[in-house]
T-cell receptor
């Protein structure tokens, strides 16, 4: 595909369930980012991958959040034992290379609702 | 930490009006992004700029590095321009810091 894709687009989970959110970056893009966007707020950084290496996970809100990108392409964000405060849109973005001047291309997001 | 402030938070306009959305940030940056987000949709990058002015169709983005301020202008606004417009800045590394967004509604 031409752009970043994410699946599922919508996810409803019961409190305590585990969820897995998938991101397919643009083919060949080295850098991959995950963001969390709460309702009415701007996105906030969660974690960053360069190829398969997770170089920064400083934005992950708790140890219930885990991200991986084992082969340097597709990435999965996993949330264990979901809580209501995890309800948000989770955005994935990719860029061609690492670097300050590389544009990030965003996916459509996954809207997670925890009941 | 770089704080990003956008104004206004909400903006309602009539079709055809000239729109201005403002963004101010607190520390030095390497680039500033203007992004568009439709309800239920993902984010589309409109502009990435580090100086001066860029134009794409009816959209114009300007940045004043000394004043730490950027503006997004929409000329001849149309109902399809209705969306949330988000300003994001990048410092010395890869991280983006986002504003809360401006909800624009253009009425026919």
């Amino acid at each position: 595909g031409a752009g970043v894709s994410q699946s599922p687009r919508y996810k409803v989970a019961k409190r305590g369930q585990d969820v897995a959110l998938r991101c397919d970056p643009i083919s060949g893009h080295v850098s991959l980012f995950w963001y969390q966007q709460a309702l009415g707020q701007g996105p906030e950084f969660l974690t960053y991958f360069q190829n398969e290496a997770q170089l920064d996970k400083s934005g992950l809100p708790s140890d219930r959040f885990f991200a991986e990108r084992p082969e340097g392409s597709v990435s999965t964000l996993k949330i264990q034992r979901t809580q209501q405060e995890d309800s948000a849109v989770y955005l994935c973005a990719s860029s061609l290379e690492w670097g300050r001047h590389n544009e990030q291309f965003f996916g459509p997001g996954t809207r997670l609702t925890v009941l | 930490k770089n704080e990003v402030e956008q104004s206004p938070q909400n903006l309602t306009a009539q079709e055809g009006e000239f729109i201005t959305i403002n963004c101010s940030y607190s520390v030095g940056i390497s680039a500033l992004h203007w992004l568009q987000q439709h309800p239920g949709g993902g984010i589309v990058s409109l502009f990435m700029l580090s100086s001066g002015k860029k134009k794409h169709g009816r959209l114009i983005a300007t940045i004043n590095i000394q004043e730490k301020h950027s503006s997004l202008h929409i000329t001849a606004s149309h109902p399809r321009d209705s969306a949330v417009y988000i300003c994001a800045v990048r410092g010395s590394n890869y991280k983006l810091t986002f504003g809360k967004g401006t909800l624009l509604t253009v009425n026919p």
